[in-house]
């Protein structure tokens, strides 16, 4: 039996592409998201089972890697593969391969079920159908995208940037916040003169806490030697959204690891 892998193309428009032309965090994370829910459904717990049983999927962290920025107009091939979980915590790995076949992206992430109804984490009993035990269909091989956890900082060691109000449109079908808005809420800590000659290097991302429509979220920053911390914290003084970013000169390309998947072949 041949090792599972889910494969989808994206093509990268005007609605998906910054300033320079480049796609943007929030939405790779959006090819991210629609790879990973037609791989469940493929799995047998996507979207309509999960709705079914008053289940959902909510991201928890998610670490990436890019070897150089994807201009507009490439068309991205995404891959992933879920991980065997542990106790409470489902892994999801990714991969990015552009036109050339060549590796442009790395990620890991890890993802959290919820029971709706009595809002207790699920554990992989409540999906008795998937045998995460089968090697050759779930692999248990990385990426190699950078593992850790996110940095955080107090509201006391990050400089405020901005403050927004949650409305409606940041919503998803789950009724709070989408993952896909935090990155630009996070890099929105930038300008566009800091960000005009560089591009992504690496980002973490970690959703801390739920947010919903009328709260206030204020966002910190602070920048070290090779990284930029950035922190949503809500008006209780909560914090809701963590993240870290490195860049790199922009037009940048550096090789991928020797660590990877070999997804795209």
């Known amino acids: 039996m041949s090792r599972y892998i889910c494969k989808e193309n994206y093509k990268t428009d005007f609605c998906d592409a910054d300033f320079k032309d480049e796609l ?18 493929e ?6 089972y999960l709705k079914a049983h008053g289940y959902a999927f909510f991201l928890a962290e998610i670490r990436c890697e890019l070897f150089r920025a994807v201009p507009l ?10 991980t065997p ?3 409470v915590v489902f892994g999801r790995e990714f991969e990015g391969y552009g036109e050339n076949d060549e590796k442009v992206l790395a990620a890991t992430s890890r993802w959290c079920a919820v029971d709706f109804a009595t809002g207790k984490l699920l554990t992989p009993k409540a999906f008795p159908e998937q045998d995460y035990k089968n090697a050759e269909i779930y692999s248990a091989d990385l990426s190699g995208a950078p593992q850790g956890k996110t940095a955080k900082i ?3 060691e990050g400089e405020k940037k901005f403050e927004i109000r949650i409305a409606n449109s940041e919503y998803d079908h789950n009724m709070h916040v989408n993952n ?3 990155a630009d809420y996070c890099l929105n800590c930038f300008s566009v003169a800091e960000l005009t000659q560089k591009s992504a290097r690496s980002f973490s991302i ?9 709260e206030i979220l ?11 911390i950035v922190c949503g914290f809500n008006e209780r003084g909560e914090n809701v959204v963590r993240a870290e970013f490195a860049f790199a000169p922009r037009g940048f390309c550096i090789a991928a690891s020797d660590k990877k998947s070999g997804a795209k072949q």
């Open 24 to 41: 943007k965090v929030s939405a790779l994370l959006s090819r991210f998201e629609s790879v990973a829910s037609k791989s469940a459904d």
């Open 154 to 156: 107090s509201r006391e």
């Open 218 to 228: 204020g966002f910190y920053r602070k920048d070290e030697a090779e990284r930029s």
């Open 206 to 214: 970690a959703y801390v806490k739920q947010c919903k429509e009328g």
């Open 180 to 182: 896909t808005r935090y």
């Open 73 to 82: 107009y490439e068309t991205l091939t995404v891959c992933t593969w879920p």
């Open 85 to 87: 979980p542990s106790y």
């Open 43 to 48: 799995l047998g717990f996507g979207y309509e």
